[in-house]
C-alpha cells in the first residue's frame, strides 16, 4: 500500500513539476495560499533517537519535500534575537514547553514561504 501511494505521488510530483508555480493558489495580496494549496503533508513522529531526522533525509532525497523540524523553527527563532525569540528563550530555559500555538504559528509562517517552490511539506517533531 505505501509503495502504491509513493508511486502516485510520484506521479503527481512529474505533473506538478511540468507546471509553472505561477499557477500556485493566490491570495488577494498576490501570495500563495496555503489553503488552496494541494500539496501533500506528511508528519513524522517519534521520540527522541528513532530515526526521523534519517526517514526524512531519505525521504526529501527521494521526492524533493519542503522538511521542516519544529525544534530547529525554535531555536531559529530564538537565534534571530526577535522578541518572540527571546519569549521562546525564556521558556525554554526554565524548562516550560512551548505552547502549541507558538510552534503552529511558526510552522505556518515557513510553510507558507516555501509553498510556490515546493512538492509537499515533510514535518518532523
Known amino acids: ?3 502504491q501511494m509513493a508511486m502516485e505521488h510520484e506521479s503527481k510530483q512529474k505533473e506538478q513539476a511540468a507546471n509553472s508555480s505561477a499557477s500556485a493558489p493566490q491570495t488577494p495580496s498576490g501570495e500563495n495560499s496555503m489553503r488552496d494549496a494541494n500539496v501533500p503533508i506528511i508528519w513524522v513522529l517519534g521520540g ?7 526517514q526524512c533525509e531519505k525521504i526529501v532525497a527521494k521526492y ?4 521542516f523540524s519544529t525544534g ?15 519569549e521562546l528563550q525564556a521558556m ?3 524548562g516550560i514547553l512551548v ?7 511558526l510552522l505556518e509562517a515557513a ?10 511539506y515533510l ?3
Not at 527522541?48 to 534519517?54: I, L, Q, W, Y
Not at 505552547?99 to 504559528?105: F, W
Open 1 to 3: 500500500m505505501c509503495h
Open 48 to 54: 527522541p533517537g528513532c530515526g526521523k531526522g534519517t
Open 64 to 67: 524533493n519535500f519542503s522538511h
Open 72 to 86: 530547529d523553527l525554535l531555536r531559529e527563532e530564538v537565534a534571530s534575537g526577535s522578541d518572540k525569540g527571546k
Open 92 to 94: 525554554m530555559k526554565q
Open 99 to 105: 505552547p502549541n500555538e507558538a510552534v503552529l504559528k
Open 111 to 120: 510553510m507558507a514561504k516555501a509553498l510556490s517552490s515546493t512538492v509537499g
Open 123 to 125: 514535518i518532523d517533531g
